[in-house]
Each structure stands twice: as structure tokens, then as C-alpha cells.
């Protein structure tokens, strides 16, 4: 039985499109880190990393690089810069997941933040 050149481009299409599909999720799959587990950590420098903690205190506005503000989880403090779109609203103790790469054991450039919504049945 012969395979025609068809099949070997349709399969290598699905190849392709499982490795582009794959590599487009991987990174969002990773958990999310206490800022503890992050800051101190050399090894993650320069590494995409997702950090939970609560906003130490409310930004009072966007600076050069963008908004400025610290998360903490009790034990660790680390600065976080968000570059994304200007709608974010951060306040002071919300929860907050800062997705982007870790510049240094104690700053992260986020480019994505994930705030966990007040709800008024809490």
C-alpha cells in the first residue's frame, strides 16, 4: 500500500498544530506560587512564573514602567510591576495571582494579573 504525499502533510500538520497547541498552554498550566516560595529563589530568574499573595498596600498610580505594588503572603514581600492594560483596579489585602517573569528574587514584571473578584456573599 502506498502513502500519498496527502496523508504525510496531513499528518505533519497535526503534528504541528498538537506542538504549537501544546506550547501555547504549557506555560499557563504551571500552579501558582506563594511569594514566599518565589523570592530568595536565584534559579527562577529570568523563568515565567505565576504569584499569589495579598497587595500590601493600594497603588496610587501608574508609574514610567507601569503599576507599581507589593504582594505578600505573610512570610515574603515581593515588588511586582504590571505592564498589561490600564483597567486594573488593585486595592490594599485584595488577592492577587501576578503572572509574568521574575526580574530578580524580589520583583516580578507582570504582564497578566488575576484578581480575585469581592463578593458580597463572603
Not at 14 to 35: G, K, M, N, Q, T
Not at 60 to 86: C, H, P, Q, R, S
Not at 110 to 122: F, Q, R, W
Request: proline share 2%; with cysteine.
Amino acid at each position: 500500500m502506498k502513502i500519498k504525499t496527502v496523508h504525510i502533510v496531513v499528518a505533519a500538520l497535526v503534528i504541528i498544530a498538537a506542538v504549537l497547541a501544546y506550547e501555547s498552554i504549557s506555560s499557563d498550566i504551571c500552579p501558582y506560587l506563594r511569594v514566599s516560595e518565589v523570592t530568595n529563589e536565584s534559579a527562577q530568574v529570568g523563568e515565567k512564573v505565576k504569584v499569589l499573595g495579598s497587595v500590601v498596600n493600594t497603588p496610587t498610580g501608574w508609574g514610567e514602567e507601569g503599576l507599581d505594588f507589593e504582594l505578600t503572603d505573610g512570610n515574603a514581600t515581593i515588588a511586582v510591576t504590571y505592564t498589561g492594560g490600564l483597567s486594573q483596579n488593585v486595592k490594599k489585602g485584595q488577592e492577587v495571582g501576578a503572572i509574568g517573569v521574575l526580574d530578580a528574587p524580589d520583583h516580578v514584571t507582570a504582564t497578566k494579573l488575576d484578581i480575585k473578584c469581592a463578593s458580597k456573599y463572603e
